[in-house]
């Protein structure tokens, strides 16, 4: 008889491994709408952890219009896009999107994850090139593997190291696609998408960018990157999703009708996967509604995200170098990060530790994310605590 009783071991010792090192992740259950303060694991805390950047995510105007599209078109999309389930609501929520984009056609999809697994494998393949910036999104790099096209590291943010990379492997190639974040998540600094449109643009090479978290908060009242740099009609493609600023959920991409057309042909999570619900189609249409209507929730995030970081540099802490909302507080070793998030918690501050691999080795942090639904006495509530265990764990003095 074969013993196969430690078949499962491996599990055992990777989640042991996992524990030791402090990267454990601790999944902790919300009990309430997504708001400035919520109720997590029975607590009320003050949330410092979504990307519902202006508080869209409960809406009364979001929250109405999924409710009559319920009404209207029942729950289930009950197909998938390219066979039944495309409806109007779908439809008109693609053209709004690329009308507030400035492009000629977008196709919405179930996530910002999913629209990168759509769109890049259509684009290039076996015998094509990609060049990718170092801190790429995880669905970037799933996206870019699935498409079997030889991949190349450009070093962070460095154009001229991406033309170097481009000047060195492209020629052994067929053809390639230079794909970056906009707004790095984890770090909050902006691609300097400008310059690298320039290199890729000397070289025919195809532009991509992904705007999960500049949509809603770069550009004219949060019309992405793409308008923060002005580079309209220039970039190939756009991703993005209606998850964080839009307070929803789905994914676009966005561009050339040429480009759209093809993927909508392609596009594998599209044909092969149920579309959205028409409740949450609805309440998208109600954000771009929103967002069309009135800057004044950008600017109130941007307020906030000034306030938030000017008080945290005062108390001594480690910002990193974003250039957005997003508030990393570096603090190194996994473990003090994950310490850190647990006696935030207790003093009644929700924000979470992030480490490798969302972050390298040796880099943890706290990500704090304030949204326009936060006032600046919750903010300074925010402070008071960072700074009472801040020093407590001798991080600040
Ligand atoms: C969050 C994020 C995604 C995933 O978006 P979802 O809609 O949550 O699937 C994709 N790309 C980037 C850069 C992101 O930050």
């Known amino acids: 008889m074969v013993d ?47 990307n519902n950047y202006l508080g869209l995510a409960n809406h009364p105007r979001l929250r109405q219009a999924a409710q009559e599209a319920i009404e209207r078109w029942g729950v289930g999309p009950a ?7 495309t409806t109007a609501l779908h439809r008109e929520l693609e ?59 450009y070093e962070h943010c460095d154009p001229a190291d991406a033309e170097a990379k481009i000047k060195e492997h492209l020629p052994q190639y067929r053809r390639g696609l230079l794909v970056t974040d906009g707004v790095f998540s984890m770090d909050g600094d902006i691609a300097p998408l400008d310059r690298l449109y320039e290199v890729a643009q000397r070289y025919g090479v195809m532009t991509m960018v992904d705007d999960a978290h500049g949509e809603g908060v770069l550009g004219r009242g949060g019309r992405g990157i793409v308008d923060h740099f002005d580079l309209h009609g220039r970039i190939d493609v756009e991703i993005g999703t209606l998850s964080k600023a839009f307070g929803v959920v ?24 149920s579309a959205t619900t028409p409740a949450d189609t609805a309440a998208c249409l ?17 307020d906030n995200a000034r306030y938030l970081r000017a008080g945290m540099e005062e108390l001594g802490f480690d910002t990193g170098h974003s250039q957005t909302p ?8 996994a473990g003090l990060a994950k310490t850190f998030s647990q006696r935030l918690f207790t003093e009644g501050v929700f924000a979470m530790s992030i480490g490798f691999p969302t972050v390298p080795r040796g880099l943890a942090r706290i990500r704090v994310m304030n949204t326009a639904a936060h006032h600046h006495d919750d903010l300074d509530f925010g402070l008071e605590v960072f700074a009472k265990v801040g020093r407590e764990l001798g991080v600040i003095s």
């Open 4 to 50: 196969t009783s430690a078949r499962l071991n491996f599990i055992y010792e990777e989640l042991q491994r996992l524990e030791a090192e402090s990267l454990l992740i601790n999944i902790r259950t919300i009990e309430s709408p997504a708001d400035a303060w919520m109720v997590v694991d029975g607590r009320r805390v003050l949330n410092f952890c979504t």
């Open 79 to 85: 197909a998938v896009r390219t066979i039944a389930g």
């Open 95 to 153: 053209q709004r999107l690329a009308a507030f984009k400035g492009v000629e056609d977008a196709l919405f999809v179930q996530s910002g994850f999913n629209a990168n697994q759509a769109a890049i494998p259509p684009l290039v393949g076996k015998g094509d090139v990609i060049f990718s910036d170092r801190l790429n999104h995880a669905s970037i790099i799933d996206g870019c593997r699935l498409s079997g096209a030889k991949i190349i590291v």
């Open 250 to 273: 789905g994914g676009v991409i966005a561009g050339k009708k040429l480009i759209v057309d093809y993927i909508r042909q392609k596009a594998r999570p599209f044909l092969f996967s």
């Open 286 to 302: 109600a954000a771009v509604d929103l967002l069309e209507e009135s800057e004044e929730r950008v600017q109130k995030l941007w």
């Open 326 to 333: 997003i508030l990393p507080i570096m603090l190194g070793e």
